[in-house]
């Protein structure tokens, strides 16, 4: 499996880490009425989509950023790779 | 007590660095290097590029490239570059990258936690398509990358066609040395 890096170009899977859901990127508000519930599903519940799928995957044998990978979990067809700070920051987050 | 009869040696341990040639290519230990990393602070990337540039008297090094001359920074991450210079002229490199960037990046001192071998001659591709991933055919003269080596991250810089640095953890001198040389070896 090939990830098309936005910023170095194609390279070979084996040099990424996996870390999961990119839905992590959102992490609930610790000061929230609700905090306690938000954290438990954010640490636990997650979907298990058949077909696309967003995940968060670290260049960990390259420029150590992480991206946020888009990627069929039928075909492994990946369609679309953003750097997740920058999904991060369109998020209002970072600012 | 007296520090006088302390003697330095290299990396690898040696008093003088170690230098191994198979077929046409040799492979150097550099040890009188001093670097330091230079990160840019959040909001401050544009101005961080200006001071670095500053620094170095070129323009701060873009994705996968160096640039500079007495000092030089090649690219580490998305707004991250690793400086270097001679340690013999340059051993306060940290103290004066932290001047030279101000507030617009944290820099830290890395001289000592990295160890450099150059590669040099005809036929270095050829070993360094065994080393690591890199598409070796976009790398040319003032590229950087970083990869993966023997299962050890370093950088990969490319001097000229028949000269190239290569960039690893000094704890990791050992395993380093020993894959680049088998490479040799096996390639040449």
């Not at chain 1, 508000?29 to 997650?46: I, K």
């Not at chain 1, 967003?54 to 750097?83: C, P, Q, Y």
């Not at chain 2, 990337?45 to 490239?65: D, M, N, T, W």
């Amino acid at each position: 499996m090939i990830i098309n890096h936005p910023l170095l170009g194609p390279r070979d899977a084996s040099e990424f880490a996996y870390l999961g859901d990119a839905s992590l990127i959102d992490r609930p508000d610790w000061q929230a009425e609700n905090a306690a519930e938000a954290f438990y599903e954010y640490a636990y519940l997650r979907d298990n989509p058949v077909g696309e799928h967003r995940e968060l995957w670290f260049h960990e044998a390259g420029d150590r950023s992480w991206l946020v990978v888009t990627r069929n979990t039928m075909t492994h067809e990946i369609s679309k790779v953003e750097l997740a700070r920058d999904v991060a920051r369109a998020r209002g987050r970072s600012k | 007590m007296s520090v006088h009869d302390l003697v330095a040696i290299t990396a690898l341990g040696g008093s003088e660095p170690c230098v191994e040639t198979v077929g046409a290519v040799t492979c150097t230990e550099v040890p009188g290097v001093a670097l330091a990393s230079v990160a840019a602070r959040l909001g401050q990337e544009s101005k961080a590029a200006k001071a670095l540039a500053k620094l170095i008297g070129s323009p701060a090094p873009g994705i996968g490239r160096t640039s500079g001359e007495a000092l030089t920074a090649f690219w580490a991450g998305p707004e991250q570059w690793m400086v270097e210079a001679p340690f013999e002229t340059h051993e306060e490199i940290a103290d004066q990258a932290t001047t030279a960037m101000g507030e617009t990046a944290s820099v830290t001192e890395q001289t000592d936690a990295w160890t450099r071998f150059d590669l040099s001659g005809d036929g270095i591709p050829a070993v360094l398509e065994l080393l690591c991933q890199l598409d070796l055919r976009t790398l040319d003269e003032g590229s950087a990358a970083r990869c993966s080596i023997h299962h050890v991250g370093c950088f990969v810089l490319c001097r000229t066609s028949r000269l190239f640095s290569l960039y690893g953890p000094r704890a990791s001198v050992g395993t380093l040395h020993h894959a680049i040389i088998t490479a040799m070896r096996s390639a040449l």
